[in-house]
């Protein structure tokens, strides 16, 4: 098993290019052992106003180097990741849970954002177009917002942090970051490879402590001028209206209720391996899991026992062995949101085929467990086809048409992600116009964003931002509208034009 670096007990926050230890701090728990593996800072808001004053300095500077430099930085920093890339995802799974698998996943995805992103240093792509009028010429180009609030949850420790932190600084910003106190070390680690890199002192701070206190102070820091936040609904919409006051720019990402179609068409041997990836992988603690089956009723039995078989097949454990194929949840409040849903689902009159409670056996030590739970006879406007239970819970709900399993779909508050197993090319190119997703996918599962597309959604998921993509850039970045008049004489726009 993997050693923090430094032999550290209390990880320390990274100031200016500096290590700074504080005084109170928290464990933060193995969920997979229910053992404390490190202390986290709690941080107070004077240590926001110190990081803020020193990237201030630092951007002024930074803005300076011309961005093909600032790429070089992303780059050091993507060969670290790949040269750590096992100790990462060791690391990774033992404070989030996640299978060792699905960790490396996730660490692969910050490299492949660091590399992507670092191209973007020799593009950073404006406009030049014609003007209306002679001799002048007419260009639109990005420059950096400034200081940077990234607020980030524990289900991704490290992938949400590189969707957001990379972009802003190859842009040209500074940034302060805040994990989740939950999951603290992926946020210790990358700032040693920022450091190694050598990116310079004050361009990435990262600040531990609690959201109500460190995450609140960054929220209304007048010189934090954007905040980028992933995480729970009530929590960003609270962001949301903090930033409206202030005019700051924000952007969300907030979750789904993300259902997989399957039509009487599909292939369901692919469409039920789709389904328990995208339900159950991260055991079902991903903002574009699958928690609604919507199921075409020629096909919903031999669906069910498709599932039901390759259930039975799922082992639960520790993520650190290589055989298990589902984690643990995050913490106890985690596992109790879940059970609380149970009961909604059995009271609402949805039949629990499979699941369904907490598992707290032997092989299971102190840690923080719940079976893969599948309902099925559940209707659109149950609770547990509604809202984010966030946990290895699915619902089935039948439909007799196409059109209805759209109108099922659409019909919840979220708008992230969709998928539709079906044969038909006809239907596949009307769900693709008629899903109301930020993120769609055909004959897979509704998990599996590569990093060079934009990722986000409609409706309560968000506020019209992407994270990852170019489309990232746009959060970081104000655009600048540039005329150059090279007739000598004054020309009026739209008054001297020539007709
Ligand atoms: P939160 O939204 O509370 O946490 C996300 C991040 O926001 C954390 O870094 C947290 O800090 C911080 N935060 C919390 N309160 C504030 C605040 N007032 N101002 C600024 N920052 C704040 O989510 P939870 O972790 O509590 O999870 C609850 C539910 O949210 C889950 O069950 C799930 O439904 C949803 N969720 C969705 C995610 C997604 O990917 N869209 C990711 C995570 C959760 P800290 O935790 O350190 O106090």
Known sequence: MVALSMEVQKLKNYVDGKWMNVNKSKAVINPATGMEIVQVPLSDSDTVNAAVRAAGKAQKKWALVPAPQRAEVLYRVGYLMKERKERLSQLLTMENGKVIEEARGEVQEGIDMAFYMAGEGRRLFGQTTPTELKDKFAMSQRSPVGIVGIITPWNFPIAIATWKSFPAIVAGNAVIWKPATETPIMAFELAKIFEEAGLPDGVMNVIFGSGLVVGEAM??????????????????????????????????????????????????????????????????????????????????????????????????????????????????????????????????????????????????????????????????????????????????????????????????????SSSIFTSDVNRVFKAQRDLDTGIIYVNAGTTGAEIHLPFGGTKGTGNGHRDSGVQALDVFTEWKAIYVDYSGKLQRAQIDVES
């Open 219 to 416: 929220v209304h820091h007048d010189d934090i001028r954007v905040i980028s936040f992933t995480g729970s609904n009530d929590t960003g919409r609270n962001i949301a209206s903090a930033c409206g006051k202030q005019l700051k720019k924000v952007s969300l990402e907030m979750g789904g209720k993300n259902a997989v179609i399957v039509m009487d068409d599909a292939d369901l041997d692919l469409a039920a391996m789709g389904i328990l990836w995208s339900a159950f992988g991260t055991s079902g603690q991903r903002c574009t899991a699958c928690s609604r089956v919507i199921v075409h009723e020629k096909v919903k039995q031999a669906l069910e026992e498709r599932l039901l078989a390759a259930m039975a097949n799922l082992s639960v454990g520790n993520g650190l062995d290589e055989s298990i194929k589902i984690g643990p949840i995050i913490n106890q409040a985690a596992i109790d949101k879940i059970k609380k849903y149970i009961k909604i689902g059995k009271e609402e009159g949805a039949k629990l085929l499979a699941g369904g409670f907490e598992l707290t056996n032997e092989h299971h030590q102190k840690g923080y467990y719940f079976a893969p739970t599948l309902f099925t006879d559940a209707t659109p406007n149950m609770r547990i086809a509604q809202e984010e239970i966030f946990g290895p819970v699915v619902s089935i709900i039948t439909v007799n048409s196409f059109e209805e399993a759209i109108e099922v779909n659409n019909g919840v508050t979220y708008g992230l």
